[in-house]
């Protein structure tokens, strides 16, 4: 059974899922404050959506499997969840008729972009910030 020993990488997972959610709170917090409740929803909806997709993801990524081959099959089966997941919850906002949708694509979007920039600020990434 291969499992995922390194604390690192769970931490970090954690740290991701942890941003994803401030900054979909944050998002709505300023929605709701400048437009009203259903800016602040919308807002809070599409960035839930970006972060029960990753957190799905990272549940199955972090599971362990005997093998190298289980663990890129769990990984690329995770990923096509999330896919699916998403534009579910896409169409089921879509069919709403309730969102507002700059609050609600801005949300799900931070949501990415936080995905990639916590790793990537992250110490021990292998950036490094040593000159040439």
């Known amino acids: 059974m291969i499992l995922t020993r390194d604390p690192d990488i769970r931490r970090l997972a954690a740290r991701i899922l942890l941003a994803q959610a401030t900054a979909t709170i944050a998002l709505a917090a300023v929605s709701y404050g400048v437009w ?5 929803l919308s807002a809070l909806a599409g960035g839930a959506i970006g972060l029960v997709a990753n ?18 099959g769990r990984l690329f089966f995770g ?3 999330k896919i699916g997941l998403t534009v579910a919850l896409f169409v089921i ?5 309730k969102v507002a949708w700059p609050p609600f694509l801005v949300a799900y ?17 292998g950036r490094s910030d040593a000159g040439p």
């Open 36 to 40: 009203g409740s259903q800016h602040g």
């Open 109 to 125: 979007v931070a949501t990415l972009v936080v995905f990639w920039a916590v790793p990537t600020l992250a110490p021990g990434t």
């Open 55 to 72: 957190l799905y993801m990272s549940l199955t990524a972090l599971r362990p499997v005997r093998s190298a081959g289980g663990a890129l």
């Open 79 to 81: 990923q096509l969840v």
């Open 93 to 97: 906002a879509a069919r709403s008729g």
